[in-house]
């Protein structure tokens, strides 16, 4: 779980995804590079951060806040919210956005914003197929 404590962030004007080497929350800059050749220094207020889950994807891609991703829907009915019992998405393939709930301290799965999957018990086969910037046509069905 040492992956827990990365960053990345969405840079609001320039409109790229970049890697933050450290986050500096105090009103200072943060060192963030988009490839080993290209550097920037954010203000909180120029990027959207996202953390990393901790948890890889099926195919080793790191998982992180605000990432698409599909997968299978657990079987088991202790790792499944009532919503998607009730919609039959049980043991199916789900596609959604990774979230992360400050009520419960933790990452979460939801393909429409109100039903929810534990990201380590409740998708199986998880892959990251985009972001919600970079890729926001994959969520014309999740909100």
Known sequence: MED???FRAWHKEIKKMLH????NVTGGTSPASEDKNTFY???MEDMNVMQCTGLRDKNGKLIYENDIVKGICSSKSEHVCQG???RNLV??????IIRYSDSFAQFYFTDDGITFLHLYHGIKETE???NKYENPELLTKTK
């Open 4 to 6: 827990r404590f990365k």
């Open 128 to 130: 990251v197929i985009g």
């Open 91 to 96: 043991g199916k393939e789900v596609k959604g």
């Open 20 to 23: 933050l080497s450290s986050l």
């Open 84 to 86: 998607l019992i009730l």
């Open 41 to 43: 220094y954010l203000r």
